[in-house]
RNA sequence: CGGGGUGUAGCUCAGCCCGGUUAGAGUGCACGGUUCGGGACCGUGAAGUCGGCGGUUCAAAUCCGCCCACCCCGACCA
């Protein structure tokens, strides 16, 4: 993308509205804008970081046989009636009539739709296990919206739902959906612990909350210093697993993952046959993963006093080709340069607006792009342009013909370095 | 929903207490010129229902009342 044909506008200064350091930033990038309290459009570069969590999120459930679907937004009455939770108080559900005075609500969440389309469809035990996700926008009317995208009341939500013919395999589904949650959130670059919950509103038998760590965040827990444990809040004061200290820490939920048992399959009544004919009812699972909420997390734990740094995996763009001046040359050999990259897929903007180069230099590391490529006139007399890295700020130099070759090496030792320090992190908590 | 705060140009804010020229600054935007490697400089210009409605007054951004929106703390929160 060119620079001057998107639709990215940076401020240099906070707006008032924004306090929390993820909200700041994500309105200075450029990456959303406020419609109304928690309420957000999400402009370009917004909208492709969340498209990037979601790749990451759909390569993940896929490797663990999750299949894609997507439910309506509106959901009506009767199936909430049958399940017991139209007067539920807990999940914010905006109600509306049509003109034929039907009542609906506006999804908080789709249990209710997916057993209801499952009672439909699974009748044998053949047709079982499955798990279902969808990605799509969830509403739920907060008394009060806060800190931007870590609690709107519209966002976007990944919700998976597994069913299975008995208790043990629905246990291995939630297994499952445990890795595939911890391998999300690290690709994601985020540190995180998981914590014992309450399913309270969802119901069930167990559940796990996936917790950003952050300054911002709403829930606070007792994290093991030492090992990867950590409990809700008012808990004991030494690690049960190591003997390491605990300590207070704040975070953000981005994930839950929640065992259900028959809760749901009983109330809507979705049975099936089993081999000797007698009806059966699946176990459920469900495991939901705030995807906008995720985005913010991220920006929480990644950035400087210049913007945010993206991890490579969910940056909007890997690369930001600045063309420093307006000479000939220096366009041209940006140009050709935005075009190799570009044949070799990676994800390329090219800066080639008429602003000076101080502009430049302070928009692209505002936006978080990890590499960023300058080219000028100096540079160019030299045969050489420069590379650098966004998150520490180093330069080099490099030999123009090699500096297709450079941007390749250096993005997948960005992206070894990265699952080191997951493994690494991972292997600490141990 | 309780408590606190804010609302003046796209954005950040001054002016309000103590009413009185054509309502200001910075930034951004447009145009011209000089610049050109870390948010340049000079000049010109466009841009405002002073959140809304009502009241007091000769006169309201400014005082009073009601309402609305947004932010923060709390209650609530998959």
């Known amino acids: ?9 940076t401020l240099k200064e906070n707006p008032q509205e924004a306090e929390a350091l993820s909200h700041q930033l994500m309105l200075r990038a450029g990456l959303a804008r406020k419609i109304a309290a928690g309420l957000y459009a999400y402009l370009p570069l917004g909208i492709k ?17 999750a299949q894609e679907l997507l439910m309506p937004i509106l959901q009506p009455r009767e199936l909430w009636e049958v399940s017991g939770r139209w007067n539920d108080q807990e999940l914010g559900m905006l109600k509306l009539k049509n003109r034929e005075g039907s009542e609906f609500v506006l999804a908080p969440t789709h249990e209710e739709i997916i057993t209801g389309i499952v009672r439909g469809e699974a009748r044998s035990y053949k047709d079982f296990p499955f798990n279902l996700y969808q990605i799509q926008t969830k509403f739920r009317d907060e008394m009060r919206p806060r800190f931007g995208m870590i609690r709107a009341r519209e966002f976007i939500m990944k919700d998976a ?9 629905a246990r291995k589904s939630y297994a499952d959906m445990r890795k595939a949650y911890i391998n999300i959130f690290r690709r994601c670059g985020l540190n995180f612990r998981i914590v014992e919950a309450d399913p309270g509103a969802m119901g069930g038998e167990k559940s796990e909350e996936f917790i950003a760590v952050a300054e911002n965040g709403e829930d606070v827990l007792a994290a093991c210093e030492a090992c990867d444990y950590a409990t809700g809040a008012d808990a004991a004061k030494k690690c049960p697993d190591c003997g390491g200290r605990m300590a207070k820490i704040k975070g953000i939920e981005v994930g839950h993952i929640f065992n259900l048992g028959r809760k749901y399959s009983k109330a809507l009544s979705a049975k099936f046959l089993d081999p000797n004919g007698k009806e059966c009812l699946p176990f459920m699972g469900c495991y939901g993963i705030g995807i906008t909420r995720t985005v913010a997390a991220i920006i929480e734990q990644n950035s400087d006093e210049k913007g945010i740094i993206w991890p490579l995996e969910v940056a909007p763009y890997s690369v930001v080709v600045l063309c420093l001046d307006r000479e000939e040359t220096t366009v041209a050999e940006s140009e050709q340069l935005y075009q190799e990259l570009g044949d070799k897929g990676i994800e390329t903007l090219l800066d080639n607006r008429d602003e000076r180069a101080g502009v430049k230099f302070n928009d692209a590391d505002l936006i978080g792009i990890p590499i960023h490529l300058i080219i000028s006139r100096k540079r160019i007399s030299e045969q050489k342009v420069e590379m650098k890295r966004r998150r520490d700020q180093i330069k080099l130099l490099i030999p123009r013909p090699e500096a297709t070759g450079e941007v390749i090496r250096l993005l997948k030792d960005l992206k070894e370095r990265h699952r080191g320090t997951e493994a690494q992190r991972h292997k600490e908590h141990k």
């Open 161 to 169: 739902y597994s069913f299975d013919v008995g208790e043990e395999m």
């Open 49 to 65: 970081v969340i498209r990037r969590v979601e790749t990451i999120i759909r390569d993940e459930m896929e490797k663990y046989g």
């Open 1 to 9: 993308m060119r620079w001057e044909r998107a639709l990215i506008p």
